[in-house]
């Protein structure tokens, strides 16, 4: 791996200007959304007005359109690495499908018991591990690029298998099994089921048959260094005007109940932070070096907020409280795991001495 010389407090400004101001421009899409709600009250009859089955045309294709650049840029051929990174494929399935979703699911009823809508929302978020950003704040926290690609292909394929079977374990038969009231969660789990089928499935199959039809027809280069690049920009249109639309049917709840927003924000911020400790721990116990431990944890720490969305969406519709809840998502993991960048090269620093693979104290890992 090679680094380039650059003060670590420039982290920030090699974000992009669409990644760098995320939060900005979720608070102007809901700003918009409630603006617009108050201006055309009538506005959740036009977007209802078509839809496909239980989701309105128009939000059904912002959905899709926020997954699909996302899973046309996933390196889907790296897959055929696992075979000699049996232990690392391990560790990552125990910290992104075991600890993660119980971690969540733990804080979701510690800090929401009394919200049973805003705990499913944040429970969702919990099972919806990362595939996109992560390959960023990997890249500046001087992960290994190879083993995050790999995990980001294998969490993509591994989410169409567990997610239903998880949401079910998490969402009725762990609270049914310590007696505690599931009825609220109004939708069944075949409703999860499609909401998953559709707006992962679809995308999922529409991103490899992109990536490897315009590989074969255009190189590997330029897909992943001209085109990836470019169609991955435009899916925050699609994130920003589910975010407006939501927004616009929640407006008069979220400028009624401001609070709301920020004790969702504080369970996410708690998992954000003990999830990616508690990984680095685990990964440095078991002797990865610093550039695979950052990796682990950093995929582990991450969420896919998308999938999240749009499962909620899907299955509880756009105006519900576990919409709303996943939207914040978002809004808290980019500056956090901006934060959480610096505390991984602190961490190199201080438990990885000796280690080649560790950035030096003035420079930030961008490449192999």
């Not at 209802?48 to 996302?70: K, N």
């Not at 075979?83 to 075991?98: A, E, H, P």
């Amino acid at each position: 791996m090679t680094t380039q010389a650059a003060p670590t407090g420039t982290i920030f400004q090699r974000l992009s200007l669409l990644d760098r101001f995320l939060p900005l421009w979720i608070f102007i899409a809901m700003a918009a959304g409630v603006i617009l709600g108050a201006i055309f009250p009538d506005i959740q009859d036009t977007f209802d007005s078509l839809q496909i089955d239980t989701v309105s045309f128009p939000i059904a294709i912002g959905l899709l359109w926020m997954m699909y650049p996302v899973l046309a840029k996933v390196k889907y051929e790296e897959l055929g690495n696992l075979r000699g990174q049996g232990r690392l494929f391990g560790v990552s399935i125990l910290q992104n499908w075991i600890i993660g979703p119980a971690l969540m699911f733990a804080l979701a009823w510690l800090f929401l018991a009394d919200y049973p809508e805003y705990r499913t929302g944040l429970i969702i978020v919990g099972l919806a591990r990362c595939i996109a950003m992560v390959l960023i704040w990997n890249m500046l926290a001087g992960g290994n690029n190879e083993d995050c690609a790999v995990l980001v292909a294998l969490n993509s394929v591994f989410q169409i298998i567990m997610y239903s079977p998880l949401a079910y374990f998490y969402l009725k038969f762990l609270p049914d099994l310590f007696g505690a009231d599931t009825a609220e969660v109004g939708v069944t789990m075949g409703d999860i089921a499609k909401s998953v089928l559709v707006f992962l499935g679809i995308p999922l199959a529409a991103g490899i048959i992109t990536r490897f039809a315009l590989i074969r027809r255009r190189g590997r280069e330029w897909y992943d260094g001209e085109f990836a690049p470019r169609l991955g920009r435009t899916a925050i249109i699609g994130l920003l005007f589910t975010i407006v639309v939501m927004f616009s049917m929640q407006g008069e709840k979220i400028v009624d109940n401001p609070v709301d927003v920020l004790r969702i924000s504080i369970p996410l911020l708690v998992y954000f932070a003990l999830m990616f400790v508690l990984s680095f721990y685990l990964s440095h116990r078991l002797g990865f070096r610093y550039d695979e431990s950052a990796t682990l944890s950093f995929t582990a720490a991450s969420n896919n907020f998308e999938l999240a969305i749009a499962v909620a969406v899907g299955a509880f519709g756009i105006a519900s409280e576990e919409a709303l809840a996943t939207v914040v998502g978002p809004l808290i993991e980019v500056p956090a795991l901006i934060g959480l960048v610096y505390v991984a090269l602190w961490l190199g620093r201080k438990y990885f001495k000796g280690d080649p693979t560790v950035p030096q104290t003035e420079t930030v890992a961008v490449g192999d």
